[in-house]
T-cell receptor, first 114, second 114 residues
């Protein structure tokens, strides 16, 4: 049981390049989330998926797209990277028990855009 | 909109001393409340959570938190800090909105002096 896994761990891009961050969970959770973490700002939600086949914008969706490939996988795509997207990205999934359950986080992807 | 404030960006305590990290939230009703810890270069780990009932909740690693509705606070405490507690701590609110999104505070970085 690996929990939430993310690839890659580190990435350096040049402005204008594109890339996809991968996330997978093996806990059979319905809900999955993408956050970015910037110093002093905590984590801010980019996109989330409440169930397979659905995605919704969070607080800071501009410049990003997501795909919920299946129940396990939720990817985040940067079509044209900008220096403002330099950040640490975390994927999370949530247990579904009818209440606001715990979110489980992956180890993060540290992205630098030059 | 819900919000979370962690007034202390950095806190330094001596090993063996007591600790209190402050968290204030803004929400129209009683939210679900969480404390997460992040060690350097790692993802987030749940310390404890409050949904309802007893306002004093116990968590892992000897931490506890008290929900005070009148003060809109959910402060984290530990009676005796260990050097391994040095990390960043995040308070989060789930207002059981669509997708059960978490809103995070900006974080408090804890340093422990030997």
């Amino acid at each position: 049981n690996a929990g939430v896994t993310q690839t890659p761990k580190f990435q350096v891009l040049k402005t204008g390049q594109s890339m996809t961050l991968q996330c997978a969970q093996d806990m059979n959770h319905n809900s999955m989330y993408w956050y970015r973490q910037d110093p002093g700002m905590g984590l801010r939600l980019i996109y989330y998926s409440a169930s397979e086949g659905t995605t919704d914008k969070g607080e800071v969706p501009n410049g990003y797209n997501v795909s919920r490939l299946n129940k396990r996988e939720f990817s985040l795509r940067l079509e044209s990277a900008a220096p403002s997207q330099t950040s640490v990205y975390f994927c999370a999934s949530k247990e579904d028990n009818g209440l606001a359950g715990e979110q489980f986080f992956g180890p993060g992807t540290r992205l630098t855009v030059l | 909109a819900q919000s979370v404030t962690q007034p202390d960006i950095h806190i330094t305590v001596s090993e063996g001393a007591s600790l209190e990290l402050r968290c204030n939230y803004s929400y129209g009703a009683t939210p679900y409340l969480f404390w997460y810890v992040q060690s350097p270069g790692q993802g987030l780990q749940l310390l404890l959570k409050y949904f309802s009932g007893d306002t004093l909740v116990q968590g892992i690693k000897g931490f506890e938190a008290e929900f005070k509705r009148s003060q809109s606070s959910f402060n984290l405490r530990k009676p005796s800090v260990h050097w391994s507690d040095a990390a960043e701590y995040f308070c989060a609110v789930d207002g059981y909105n669509a997708g059960n999104m978490l809103t995070f505070g900006g974080g408090t970085r804890l340093m422990v002096k030997p």
